[in-house]
């Protein structure tokens, strides 16, 4: 183990963190991705700190390969363009830089200051950077090149104990961004972390500053929710702590009512191809006989149903996971598979045939 020393005003020497060593830390090197590992060692080749960051080095810790690698570094994001041609800057608040490897995409920001408080959008360096992360899991850093973690926040030592310590004051970590409620459980199940109590009893305090999200945040956070190997028992962890009735309300309330609904909801996650579908998968069994009461119709029945059977489907379903708002052709995907699986075969524009037809009779008059 080593240290890391910075000087103060003055020029008293201080101990600012703490390096892990290849033995020490026991990241596989082979989990790394080639990709980010080149962002990195480029930056650093161009005169520029740079790391790998976040929830992969936590992944990396506890002997997990991640999926995303998120990038650090001291250049700002013009020079971080000039650097990588196959890059664009994104965000007007926040500028980050977006590297692209085919189809898939680097995130790569600046050190930012706290001069401004824990929200600004002023650059700065490594140790104020650090300590505008959320919890200490995700605030470590890790140097490829070198195999090296630095720790600035005791992030090493909270991981093997176990435990989810937020590093922005608890008074202001939900206030500044609430979406960082549902990212604490997420964080907890993926990593076997433990929730502190007074975290805990913040985070039921504090749940209703959820209304204020937009839709899109809410869908971008469920839509990795749902795609995680953990899915189920992430939501379940939601669910007890009050804040999955925030990302879908009409699924909570079936849950809390219905015993059997909430045991088959929980087991789709771990069993669905296609993510979105396991949102809807069961209630798409309430709600098909409820349909037509009449005839009491069934998965069968709906072989032969009209064009106005399957858009109220569709309807109803856009209905149920709302605020999440996925594309049409994803949820239409969605439900697709769900119908297949009945023996139902769904033609591919059936679900808009009539709204297309519309639209074409406009452009013609």
Known sequence: ?????????????????????????????????????????????????????????????????????????????????????????????????????GPRIFEVSTFRSLKDG??????????????????TCNALLYDPGKQLV???????????????????????????????MIRAVKYAVVGGLSIPWRLKRRIKKEADLLNQVSPSRLTEELSKIIRSPAASQIVEELEKTGLYVFLQKEASALMKNNPAFRSAYLANFNKSLFPLSALVRDYLELLIPSLKPSLQCSWKELE??????????????????????????????????????????????????????????????
């Not at 830390?25 to 082979?30: D, E, G, P, S, Y």
């Not at 093997?160 to 979406?179: A, M, N, Q, T, Y």
């Not at 769904?346 to 639209?359: D, I």
Request: aromatic letters at 10%.
């Open 150 to 180: 630095v720790d600035y926040i005791n992030g090493m030592n909270d991981i093997k104990k176990g435990i989810l310590r937020p590093i922005i004051p608890s008074e202001l970590i939900f206030k500044d961004d609430p979406v960082r």
């Open 304 to 365: 032969k149903g009209s064009f106005e059977d399957f858009r109220t489907i569709f309807m109803e379903t856009r209905r149920f996971i709302l605020p999440m708002n996925p594309p049409r052709a994803e949820l239409e995907q969605a439900l697709r598979i769900i119908f297949t699986e009945h023996g139902i075969d769904v033609k591919k524009n059936r679900f808009f045939e009539r709204v297309r037809t519309r639209k074409r009779a406009k452009s013609v008059q």
């Open 118 to 135: 824990h929200s600004s959008n002023t650059y700065g360096t490594i140790e104020d950077d650090v300590l505008r992360r959320d919890f």
């Open 1 to 101: 183990m080593l240290i890391r020393y910075g000087k103060e005003k003055d020029g008293k020497l201080i101990k600012k963190a703490v390096v892990y060593t290849s033995g020490e830390h026991k990241i596989n090197a082979a989990d790394l991705d080639r990709e980010a590992v080149f962002i990195t060692s480029r930056l650093r080749a161009n005169g520029h700190e740079s790391y790998i960051v976040g929830g992969a080095v936590r992944d990396l810790i506890l002997g997990k390969k991640p999926k995303d690698f998120d990038i650090v570094t001291s250049a700002t994001p013009a020079r971080i363009k000039r650097i990588f041609r196959n890059s664009r800057i994104i965000g007007r608040r926040f500028r980050l830089v977006h590297v692209f490897f």
